[in-house]
């Protein structure tokens, strides 16, 4: 029924934007590259950390903006870890922002979503989220026909919920921000120090 819901609750925003929908442009990478693992750190750090985040979510916001610099900066960046950020889309405006996010490509999808995230009190409260997001999509370089080709992607869709679903499934997701580092969960927006313990216990295996 969730996924009846939001798929109707975007057509619905879609609708109501009033823009055209115009074929997709070179802005927006392929369905391939959109669907891919999206990671930051080095592929063979010896630590993976997974992150299950809504864009839409405050808590996941907070984490961005407090948290995980510090991590990147003794982590990540050190060669120690590496995140991977697995959507999990609370709401029909943050399921639209995981695929405007993923339609930007890899390398551009955690400079991505951090716009997004620092945007959030607007598109996330406005009474037009479509247009709000499609505002936001600019910085990031994808122009209104980008956005509105990108949400017109059912496999990308179906891909996005299947994350959620095994998140959900397999994982015991409920809520976001919620991690996953080694045999280890950490649920909510936990300050840098609790993050530091688990992942110190798990570098130490």
Same mark, same amino acid.
């Given at each position: $029924?969730?996924?009846?819901?939001?798929?109707?609750?975007? +057509?619905? +925003?879609l609708?109501a934007?009033?823009?055209?929908?115009?074929?997709?442009?070179a802005?927006?990478?392929?369905?391939?590259?959109? =669907?891919?693992? $999206?990671?930051?750190? /080095?592929?063979d750090? #010896?630590?993976? +950390?997974?992150?299950?985040?809504?864009?839409?979510? #405050?808590?996941?916001?907070?984490f961005?903006?407090?948290?995980?610099?510090?991590? /990147? =900066?003794?982590?990540?960046?050190?060669?120690?870890?590496?995140?991977?950020?697995?959507d @999990?889309?609370?709401?029909?405006?943050?399921?639209?922002?995981? $695929?405007?996010?993923?339609?930007?490509?890899?390398?551009?999808?955690?400079?991505?979503i951090?716009? $997004? @995230?620092?945007?959030?009190?607007?598109?996330?409260r406005?009474?037009?989220?479509?247009?709000a997001?499609?505002?936001?999509?600019? @910085?990031?370089?994808?122009?209104?026909?980008?956005?509105?080709?990108c949400?017109?992607?059912?496999?990308?869709l179906?891909?996005?919920?299947?994350?959620a679903?095994?998140?959900?499934n397999?994982?015991?997701?409920?809520?976001?921000?919620f991690?996953?580092?080694?045999?280890?969960?950490?649920?909510?927006?936990?300050? @840098?120090?609790?993050?530091? =313990?688990v992942?110190?216990?798990?570098?130490?295996?």
């Amino acid at each position: $029924m969730r996924r009846y819901i939001l798929s109707l609750g975007l +057509m619905a +925003m879609l609708a109501a934007s009033q823009v055209y929908l115009a074929p997709a442009r070179a802005a927006i990478v392929s369905d391939e590259e959109a =669907k891919a693992e $999206m990671g930051l750190g /080095k592929a063979d750090a #010896p630590v993976t +950390m997974i992150e299950y985040s809504s864009l839409g979510c #405050p808590h996941c916001a907070a984490f961005h903006r407090e948290t995980l610099p510090q991590i /990147k =900066k003794d982590y990540i960046d050190t060669g120690k870890v590496r995140l991977v950020f697995r959507d @999990f889309p609370l709401g029909t405006p943050a399921l639209a922002a995981s $695929m405007i996010a993923r339609c930007a490509g890899p390398k551009k999808f955690f400079g991505f979503i951090e716009i $997004m @995230f620092r945007s959030q009190p607007q598109w996330s409260r406005s009474q037009n989220p479509m247009q709000a997001l499609t505002k936001v999509a600019r @910085f990031g370089g994808l122009s209104g026909d980008d956005v509105q080709a990108c949400l017109k992607r059912q496999t990308l869709l179906d891909h996005i919920r299947k994350i959620a679903e095994v998140g959900q499934n397999t994982h015991k997701v409920t809520s976001t921000p919620f991690f996953i580092i080694g045999d280890q969960t950490v649920s909510g927006a936990q300050p @840098f120090d609790a993050f530091k =313990k688990v992942l110190d216990k798990a570098l130490s295996k």
